[in-house]
């Protein structure tokens, strides 16, 4: 990659002109504003396998179960901040990545730990400064209470090491959660992740193991809940989770809840219901618990932390995802009197708070104060957010939209009076803002809700990009399906995408016509991956 004085999408319409038109070239092209990115760059030539290869070595040496997105799937090999480059030098304006939280390869945050690398990579039974300097920063970050840092690599480890904190501590084993919940992949997150309850085709026997001494309480969905419209529906939500404390008295560990529910949909949950909560959980001798993995560092804007807009302060708190942006980071904040309970545990982690990982996150947090992207955070959605309300007035397939920050759910129906979910439709619209150069996920109880969670340097450009191209897409998605309901043939199972592989290859990839990979032009340091990658012929 090297630096260009062009703007990044200079290749965008040659690109796009090279792409399937199965399924947008009937639509305008979607106009790329100049985007005022800190940094432009213009991607090299890709030469390495080709993403047919990719697929079929993914199907060679991977499990089915590790699904791709999109069902053509797209091979990423580049990116600069909020925009992705794939194979073909295509271009897209990323609103999926929380997890890049900085922006994609921040020159600060590869320099950190870069650099890093280069010295030691140690686990925390021995000592060293970077933990250290990098627990009292995110200290500065959290509530006084929560005092005591554990460091792990992943959001998952978080959730489970929370878990194990609050049962020590409390001697109880049952834990309460939310409907469509998310927090992990562990044996015991996938207990309370009750949106994988239902598998995607094999069943519930994996999640009804984990899911022993887990109680559930309805999601509070202010859009789509039984208390919808409501004005006490805080109180009365809490009131679900009162009930499970009462009907198991001294049972219950720990009430654990994302800030805002994500996979579920972007739900933003009633201003009081945390709080009520919260005290019918301590009432009965319990903790809670809040994951902030997809919502903490500023992305809200208007507090650093999600539950902070709620007026509460869990008695553990649990980090992931942006926490490394992209690097394998996660930690767990407690108070001191828990972390008590749990010093007699034989508790190391290997990796957890190695020095690479604590300057990746110093990285993070120094980034986010010197770019003030808190700040942005909060500038960008309060002028995106009225635009999205204008594009609900126009286009009546939106039902709701949401968030905080740029934490962001359009959710899709059918009917806005009966609310019925739109998920074939969100399926493709989420393709077709694919093709037209957006990345946007999906995701709610029903998978109707458009997900918009990008790197917080998006920006102002960045925003109406992505309000033209939804202009476009969901009108024709709208046309799409009501032409298939008038043909009286199964909306639910029309086809959404474009070239789909059969047998794992196409005219352009079966293997009379594959060409060998070309070695990529780049720097001896950063060949390594792509050649091993070339020689294994898998991703």
């Not at 519930?204 to 309805?218: C, G, I, K, S």
């Not at 919502?295 to 553990?316: K, L, M, N, Y």
Request: proline fraction near 6%; hydrophobic fraction near 35%.
């Amino acid at each position: 990659m090297s630096s260009h004085k062009a703007h990044p999408h200079h290749n965008h319409k040659k690109s796009v002109d090279a792409a399937s038109h199965e399924v947008a070239h009937h639509l305008p092209r979607a106009q790329l504003p100049t985007p005022r990115a800190r940094f432009t760059l213009t991607p090299k030539p890709y030469n390495g396998p080709s993403a047919q290869d990719v697929l079929l070595a993914r199907q060679t040496h991977l499990s089915a179960g590790q699904y791709h997105f999109y069902t053509k799937p797209l091979m990423l090999v580049e990116a600069s901040m909020q925009y992705c480059f794939d194979d073909k030098e295509k271009t897209y304006v990323d609103c999926y990545s929380n997890v890049c939280h900085v922006g994609h390869c921040h020159p600060h945050f590869v320099n950190s730990t870069s650099s890093a690398m280069q010295n030691i990579i140690s686990n925390t039974r021995y000592l060293h400064p970077t933990i250290v300097r990098y627990a009292e920063k995110l200290k500065s970050k959290v509530p006084s209470q929560l005092s005591v840092c554990y460091f792990v690599n992943s959001g998952s480890e978080a959730n489970d090491l929370a878990l194990r904190l609050a049962r020590i501590h409390t001697r109880r084993q049952g834990v309460a959660c939310l409907e469509y919940a998310y927090h992990g992949t562990t044996g015991s997150c996938t207990g309370i992740s009750t949106s994988l309850s239902t598998g995607t085709t094999t069943g519930t026997q994996d999640y009804d193991y984990h899911a022993r001494d887990v109680f559930v309480a309805p999601v509070p969905d202010p859009y789509r809940g039984k208390y919808a419209g409501d004005a006490d529906a805080g109180k009365k939500y809490a009131s679900d989770v009162k009930d499970i404390l009462e009907k198991n008295p001294g049972k219950i560990a720990a009430f654990i809840h994302e800030a805002v529910q994500g996979v579920g949909g972007q739900v933003v949950y009633p201003k009081d219901y945390l709080s009520h909560v919260y005290e019918s959980v301590r009432r009965d001798g319990g903790v809670t618990i809040c994951d902030e993995v997809q919502t903490g560092f500023g992305r809200t804007g208007s507090h650093f932390w999600a539950f902070e807009a709620q007026g509460v302060v869990p008695d553990i708190l649990t980090l992931g995802k942006p926490i490394g942006n992209g690097f394998p980071l996660g930690a767990v904040l407690t108070t001191r009197e828990i972390a008590r309970s749990f010093d007699g545990v034989q508790y190391f982690n290997t990796n957890g708070g190695n020095p690479v990982a604590c300057a990746a996150g110093l990285a993070v947090l120094e980034i986010i104060e010197r770019d003030e992207l808190q700040q942005n955070a909060l500038d960008v959605s309060q002028y995106l957010m009225p635009k999205l309300m204008e594009l609900k007035e126009r286009h009546h397939i939106i039902g709701d939209v949401r968030g905080v920050g740029l934490f962001i759910g359009i959710e899709l129906v059918r009917n806005r009076k009966t609310k019925e979910p739109a998920k074939s439709e969100t399926a493709r619209a989420m393709e077709q803002c694919r093709e037209l150069g957006l990345l946007v996920g999906k995701g709610g109880a029903h998978n109707n809700v458009l997900r918009i969670k990008p790197p917080l340097c998006f920006n102002k450009e960045d925003a109406d990009f992505l309000i033209n191209v939804l202009d476009i897409v969901l009108p024709d998605v709208t046309d799409f399906f009501e032409s298939k309901r008038i043909g009286h043939e199964d909306a639910d199972h029309a086809p959404v995408v474009v070239n789909t592989y059969i047998n794992c290859q196409t005219s352009e990839t079966s293997p009379s016509q594959q060409q060998p990979p070309r070695k990529r032009d780049r720097s001896p340091s950063q060949q390594e991956g792509p050649v091993a990658a070339e020689k294994k012929t898998s991703p």
